[in-house]
């Protein structure tokens, strides 16, 4: 099976703008997290979604926002772009919300806001 | 809330020697999982091990092992036979019941001498 693929990678954007990342889950996976990771914060929660409905929410401005689709495809937003939005952000996912299932993470989109 | 606490920054271990990894964690659930994630240069992160709140026995994976001591709420990782490849950051996590939301700690940089 294929990892948990986050596109792009890499994205600089300037203060102001806002930005949409986006996380293919592990085929089956119905749960998708977001985490930012940044050194003086370190790794965070964001929010979580499951079958299209958000599930958990992390302390974050409302400025963050996700979805997710029926395909479990999931899309982070961030409007209005703060330098300190520079992260690298992380999404995991899992095959549903059971207490045995492990989450397994992508590979991270870094974020730079200038 | 929960919190995770990982006191050491900064760990170092000659090739083929043990290392421990501190970890403790702050909560009032009964049901719930610790994690050991590793995040190497590529920022991908890696689950080591993980260890369920309500088995006493101590988890093992291959060279990795953990002293779980519930009532001390204290999780250490132990790196037995080190090699180059286990440099990384290391990252203590909690999850409760069934929630996806992980509580990471801040993490260590563990390096190997060769």
């Known amino acids: 099976k294929a990892g948990v693929t986050q596109t792009p990678r890499y994205l600089i954007k300037t203060r102001g703008q806002q930005v949409t990342l986006s996380c293919s889950p592990i085929?089956?996976?119905?749960?998708v997290s977001w985490y930012q990771q940044t050194p003086g914060q370190g790794l965070q929660f964001l929010f979580e979604?499951?079958?299209?409905?958000?599930?958990n929410k992390g302390n974050f401005p409302g400025r963050f926002s996700g979805r997710q689709f029926s395909n479990s495809r999931s899309e982070m937003n961030v409007s209005t772009l703060e330098l300190g939005d520079s992260a690298l952000y992380l999404c995991a996912s899992k095959p549903g919300q059971g207490f045995y299932n492990e989450q397994f993470f992508g590979p991270g989109t870094r974020l730079t806001v200038l | 809330a929960q919190t995770v606490t990982q006191s050491q920054p900064e760990m170092s271990v000659q090739e083929a020697e043990t290392v421990t990894l501190s970890c403790t964690y702050d909560t009032s659930e009964s049901d719930y999982y610790l994690f050991w994630y590793k995040q190497p240069p590529s920022r991908q992160m890696i689950l080591v091990i993980r260890q369920e709140a309500y088995k006493q026995q101590n988890a093992t994976e291959n060279r990795f092992s953990v002293n779980f001591q519930k009532a001390a709420k204290s999780f250490s990782l132990k790196i037995s036979d080190s090699q180059l490849g286990d440099a990384a950051m290391y990252f203590c996590a909690y999850r409760p019941g069934a929630n996806s939301k992980l509580t990471f700690g801040k993490g260590i940089t563990l390096s190997v001498r060769p």
């Open positions: 085929s089956g996976h119905r749960s």
């Open positions: 979604y499951f079958s299209e409905t958000q599930r």
